[in-house]
């Protein structure tokens, strides 16, 4: 949990320390801010836009908050189920360059298209999750 706080943006964005999943479910309800989110955005190397897009904000009310401001619950939920499967797939590739490689390049388990256009439902994220597992026991390389 530790790594998902760090790409939260570690303990300078986020003030409720993680360490199983009802921190998660309370940090949603509480919600995290802006910064966060840009945070996440840094490290899968997108524009805000792309990220408030993934995350089902109009850019253009994502660009009137300002950093310190709170995101609602969806948009807050989102973005750690983003930041899960980040850590989940540094966890699996070994690195984030790697991760992030795979994140962009078409796959076949996936009808040759890339992870990073199922980042924004959680439904897509799920079978990403699944997909890391497989690879982490060998099934895919």
């Known amino acids: 949990f530790s790594s998902i706080q760090n790409i939260l943006g570690g303990s300078k964005f986020i003030n409720l320390p993680l360490s199983n999943e009802m921190d998660m479910v309370l940090l949603a309800r ?3 801010k802006k910064q966060s989110m840009l945070h996440v955005a840094d490290i899968l190397n997108i524009s805000a836009e792309k990220m408030s897009n993934l995350v089902g904000v109009s850019h253009r009310n ?3 908050k300002k950093n310190h401001d709170t995101l609602n619950v969806p948009v807050s939920e989102q973005t750690i189920e983003i ?3 980040i ?3 540094v ?3 070994g690195s984030q360059d790697r991760f992030l490689g795979w994140l962009n390049s078409p796959i076949v388990a996936l009808g040759n298209k890339m992870p990073m256009d199922l980042l924004d439902t959680t439904f897509g994220i799920q079978i990403l999750v699944r997909i890391l597992g497989r690879i982490e026991y060998g099934v895919y390389s």
């Open 62 to 64: 994502f660009q009137r």
């Open 30 to 32: 509480q919600g995290i």
């Open 83 to 85: 930041a899960q499967l």
């Open 87 to 89: 850590a989940k797939g």
């Open 91 to 93: 966890a699996v590739f």
